[in-house]
């Protein structure tokens, strides 16, 4: 198996390519050219690994945060933003998207919004990112004794909310970031949604994605949907932005309307709860969750087929 040129020198740093988990995903400045054989390649790389190893399915857990080769890739990109700056908007000092559509925050950023000073956002801390309170205490009574996996949870803001409540089972939440696990100290775990993570996730009950999926760049789009599909036996919560980088100017590269996003879930299998999804975008409190928020269930039969 031959790597691309742009990754062999990260696979011979010491450190590096020793942690099975994190061979997935992610993309450096260099690597926009063949970011579509780097996917594959890694996709590759763990499967053959996780046979060997077998230990195929099993979600996989570190005891510690470690950097894995395509996450070095991103934070290389990361420590160059001015390269992409043109293409990923920077929203505040600090803090712009990545090319696989994740936010990354520099230090300063981090210090500025809560962190405590070592580049670590404490538990309940919101580091630059928002809360919708209210939201949280319907999404604790509509996922009620049942686990919950969220792709995209930033600092993990509901995880932790939700958790408190005593409603759910658990919440196991990813990001894109490619330190979000030294950044959280564990609480969220590492995932490049925009490349398919089918020995990573773990499948839940249901999954969560807020205001996610319209920094997704449109070439991965089709990856991000399975990673959700992937994340849910039952069903999934979305929201997903209709407003374009001109309207919101948050790195919004894949905007979809509400009809578009009903066909892409319709398509795989799933139909909308209305009733659900009425219900949770009047308890939301913020307007851009109140006017995108949708509840999908998976269809009876595939349901329990997944049960």
Not at 134 to 157: D, I, N, P, Y
Request: aromatic share 8%; net charge positive.
């Amino acid at each position: 198996m031959v790597l691309p040129a742009c990754l062999v020198s990260l696979v011979g740093q010491p450190g590096l390519g020793s942690d099975r988990r994190q061979l997935s995903g992610g993309r450096d400045g260099k690597l926009g050219k063949v970011k579509t054989a780097t996917a594959k390649v890694v996709q590759l790389l763990e499967q053959q690994l996780e046979r060997q190893n077998g230990t195929s399915g099993l979600p996989l857990r570190p005891t510690e945060p470690r950097t894995g080769i395509l996450q070095a890739a991103l934070l290389k990109e990361a420590s160059v933003p001015h390269k992409i700056s043109a293409k990923a908007p920077v929203t505040s000092r600090g803090k712009f998207a990545l090319s696989t559509g994740a936010w990354y925050m520099n230090d300063e950023y981090v210090r500025a919004h809560g962190g405590n000073g070592t580049r670590v956002c404490p538990p309940k801390h919101h580091c630059g990112y928002k809360l919708d309170k209210k939201l949280v205490s319907c999404l604790a009574k509509l996922f009620a004794g049942h686990t919950v996996t969220e792709l995209g949870a930033g600092v993990g803001l509901y995880q932790q909310a939700a958790l408190d409540t005593g409603n759910v089972l658990s919440w196991t939440a990813y990001d894109g970031m490619p330190d979000i696990e030294t950044l959280t100290q564990g609480r969220v775990w590492w995932a490049d949604l925009s490349v398919r993570q089918e020995a990573r996730i773990v499948r839940s009950d249901y999954a969560m994605s807020l205001e996610v999926a319209e920094h997704i760049p449109k070439e991965y789009q089709d990856n991000f949907v399975a990673n959700l599909d992937l994340a849910n036996r039952h069903g999934l919560v979305i929201s997903w932005s209709r407003w374009g980088s001109k309207a919101s100017g948050h790195g919004h590269v894949n905007p979809r309307s509400p009809a578009e996003v009903r066909e892409i879930f319709r398509v795989k299998g799933y139909y909308e709860d209305t009733k659900a999804s009425s219900a949770l975008r009047h308890c939301a409190t913020f307007v851009f969750l109140k006017e995108t928020l949708m509840v999908f269930t998976r269809r009876r039969e595939d349901s329990e087929i997944r049960s």
